[in-house]
């Protein structure tokens, strides 16, 4: 009888170790730390305030939890969401309302209403700018984890990134062969000032993956000096919209650039910004003005 039940409790005691060792190797989904925060659960309801945020959720595809945005958020798909005022200054109320568990913010976001939020069990998250590739893997891991679990979400997340990754550089290499232009910039107005994308910032990082060196990716500012602009005298430059193109032109200096005979394009602020699909989007866009490289259309039109 005594070995009996030793017999059966040696049995229990593999299983138990076999069920023990098995749950070690695979973390469970949540809870999800990310910075200051900690999710519990995963979230079923999400409020995005941020453009940027949204398209990078949607990449994810986790677009489908949003009950709520900013008006910044205008994205096709996020238009029939209900708006909850903008950015800067969302309706905490409309928020509660929507049974929100997490917002998506970026810094403008100010700690008054962070704290109505936080004292409403609603979570906050404000993550880091990414401006390289490297810290773009960091930031899609987080949003994964958060709105998936530690693996599911994350593992979602990085084929999301590897794809967005792996499409910049091949176009890159594509039109590094083909070598139509060397050198661009990226130009635009704020508040009257004549402004350009500097190195360090996603927007040069973009326009490296277009194959060509960005002018301005040493400079000490973004305010353009003419003279600056003049002696490096890109071979393509883009533009914010229509009126920075018509300041060039009409500058007695700057209408000397050899850009402006033809190889001058806009792309909006907003999109060169982004990080998700839209940023496959708008590399092929500046590739297909700037060289005579074919790109192959991406997986996400079809989305």
């Given at each position: 009888m005594i070995k009996k039940v030793l017999s059966c409790f040696l049995i229990i005691s593999v299983i138990l170790s076999v069920i023990s060792l098995g749950s070690c190797g695979e973390p469970e989904e949540y809870p999800v730390t990310v910075g200051k925060i900690t999710i519990k659960e995963e979230p079923k309801n999400i409020v995005i305030l941020n453009k940027n945020l949204a398209d990078i959720i949607t990449a994810i595809g986790y677009d489908g939890k949003t009950v709520g945005r900013s008006d910044d958020v205008d994205q096709t798909s996020f238009r029939v969401v209900p708006s909850m005022g903008t950015a800067h200054d969302p309706s905490e109320d409309e928020i509660k309302k929507s049974k929100a568990e997490i917002v998506f913010a970026d810094k403008t976001l100010n700690k008054a209403d962070i704290k109505k939020l936080k004292d409403a069990s609603i979570a906050v998250f404000q993550p880091e700018e990414a401006h390289t590739l490297k810290q773009l893997s960091v930031l899609y891991k987080q949003i994964g984890s958060i709105l998936g679990g530690n693996t599911t979400g994350a593992e979602?997340?990085?084929k999301a990134f590897d794809e967005i990754r792996n499409t910049l550089r091949t176009v890159k290499t594509a039109a590094k062969?083909?070598?139509?232009?060397?050198?661009?910039?990226?130009?635009?107005?704020?508040?009257?000032?004549?402004?350009?994308?500097?190195?360090?910032t996603w927007c040069s990082t973009m326009l490296g993956f277009?194959?060509?060196?960005?002018?301005f990716a040493k400079a000490a500012s973004d305010v353009v000096d003419p003279a600056q602009l003049l002696l490096a005298?890109?071979?393509?430059?883009?533009?914010?919209?229509?009126?920075?193109?018509?300041?060039?032109?009409?500058?007695?200096?700057?209408?000397?650039?050899?850009?402006?005979?033809?190889?001058?394009?806009?792309?909006?602020?907003?999109?060169?910004?982004?990080?998700?699909?839209?940023?496959?989007?708008?590399?092929?866009?500046?590739?297909?003005n700037v060289t005579d490289a074919e790109i192959e259309s991406t997986d996400n039109e079809a989305q």
């Amino acid at each position: 009888m005594i070995k009996k039940v030793l017999s059966c409790f040696l049995i229990i005691s593999v299983i138990l170790s076999v069920i023990s060792l098995g749950s070690c190797g695979e973390p469970e989904e949540y809870p999800v730390t990310v910075g200051k925060i900690t999710i519990k659960e995963e979230p079923k309801n999400i409020v995005i305030l941020n453009k940027n945020l949204a398209d990078i959720i949607t990449a994810i595809g986790y677009d489908g939890k949003t009950v709520g945005r900013s008006d910044d958020v205008d994205q096709t798909s996020f238009r029939v969401v209900p708006s909850m005022g903008t950015a800067h200054d969302p309706s905490e109320d409309e928020i509660k309302k929507s049974k929100a568990e997490i917002v998506f913010a970026d810094k403008t976001l100010n700690k008054a209403d962070i704290k109505k939020l936080k004292d409403a069990s609603i979570a906050v998250f404000q993550p880091e700018e990414a401006h390289t590739l490297k810290q773009l893997s960091v930031l899609y891991k987080q949003i994964g984890s958060i709105l998936g679990g530690n693996t599911t979400g994350a593992e979602k997340a990085k084929k999301a990134f590897d794809e967005i990754r792996n499409t910049l550089r091949t176009v890159k290499t594509a039109a590094k062969r083909d070598k139509t232009v060397s050198t661009v910039a990226y130009l635009y107005i704020d508040n009257g000032v004549l402004k350009t994308v500097t190195g360090g910032t996603w927007c040069s990082t973009m326009l490296g993956f277009t194959g060509s060196m960005n002018v301005f990716a040493k400079a000490a500012s973004d305010v353009v000096d003419p003279a600056q602009l003049l002696l490096a005298n890109p071979d393509c430059i883009f533009v914010s919209d229509e009126s920075v193109e018509q300041y060039l032109t009409t500058s007695d200096t700057l209408k000397k650039l050899k850009a402006l005979n033809g190889n001058t394009f806009i792309i909006s602020h907003d999109e060169l910004s982004m990080q998700g699909y839209t940023a496959l989007d708008v590399i092929k866009k500046m590739i297909n003005n700037v060289t005579d490289a074919e790109i192959e259309s991406t997986d996400n039109e079809a989305q």
